[in-house]
C-alpha cells in the first residue's frame, strides 16, 4: 500500500508530506482539506487546534525534527520548522519530505496553512 501524501500550502509555497499510517492519520484524513490559522510559538513550531479531536498514541519522540507534523493533546497539530531536544508528548502524524525553505515560508508570525489529501 503507498503511503498517504499531504500538501500544505502556505502562500505561494507547498511542500509534500508523508502521512504514518495510523487511527489518527485516518482521522485527519477524514477532516481533509482544511485550512488552518497557525499560531507561532517558541521560534520552532505552528500550532492549531482541529475542529474535532482525534485519535492519539503519544509519546517521548526525545527530538523534533524540521518537517515533523506532530499532535499534541487530542486536537492540537503542530508544525516544526526548527529541530530540537523536547520533553513532551506526541503522536506521529507525518513528515514534510522536502524542508527547504520551510523556515522561511512559516516565517515568525501566525499564518494560514492549507492542509490537502494528494492521493
Known sequence: MDPIKIRLTV???????????SKTEEALINQLPFELKMVELNGNEKYAELKRPIPTNASNPGKISIGDILLYGDQTLVVFYKSFSTPYSYTN????????????????GNISVKFELVN
Open 11 to 21: 502562500g505561494a509555497k507547498t511542500f509534500m508530506a508523508t502521512l504514518v499510517k
Open 93 to 108: 502524524i507525518g513528515k514534510i519530505d522536502d524542508v527547504t525553505g520551510l523556515a522561511a515560508a512559516l516565517g515568525s
